[in-house]
């Protein structure tokens, strides 16, 4: 499956943005999908992922009750509404996917997609 995120931007903290995550080349409802995101001069870290269903979802602390993960798998795509951001989401987030696993690390997921960028400002 090829993944490919984009929606990413500038924005002052206190705003929104919305990810997209966009599949194509597999029943996107086969994968579990996660989203990590990397800082500079930091680790990749996980975000949040969502079951193939869409009936379970995980979040990293930092981000629970701001962040909100969503699919729709008849347009192949997963969503990460952003809200109340904060300077210290300001990263470069990925999406990616693997078959099985709703988990958080790094090594589960088998498909990435390219970097969308989230800058938040003071």
Same mark, same amino acid.
Request: with cysteine; proline share 0%; aromatic share 16%.
């Given at each position: 499956v090829q993944l $490919?995120? /984009? =929606? &990413?931007?500038?924005? #002052? !903290? @206190? &705003?929104?943005l919305r990810l997209s995550c966009a599949?194509? =080349?597999r029943t996107f409802g086969d994968y579990v999908v @996660?989203? /990590?995101? $990397?800082?500079p001069g930091k680790e990749r870290e996980f975000v949040s992922a969502i079951s193939r269903s869409g009936g379970t979802?995980?979040?990293?602390?930092?981000v629970k009750g701001r962040f909100t993960i969503s699919r729709?798998?008849?347009?192949?795509?997963v969503y990460l509404q952003m809200i109340s951001l904060k300077p210290e989401d300001t990263a470069v987030y990925?999406? !990616? !996917?693997n078959r099985w696993f709703l988990r958080t690390t790094t090594d589960t997921?088998?498909?990435? =997609? #390219? =970097?969308?960028?989230?800058t938040v400002s003071s």
């Open positions: $490919q995120a /984009f =929606g &990413g931007g500038s924005v #002052q !903290a @206190g &705003g929104s599949a194509s =080349g @996660g989203w /990590f995101r $990397q800082a979802t995980i979040y990293a602390d930092s729709d798998n008849a347009k192949n795509t990925y999406c !990616a !996917a997921y088998t498909y990435w =997609g #390219q =970097g969308t960028l989230v």
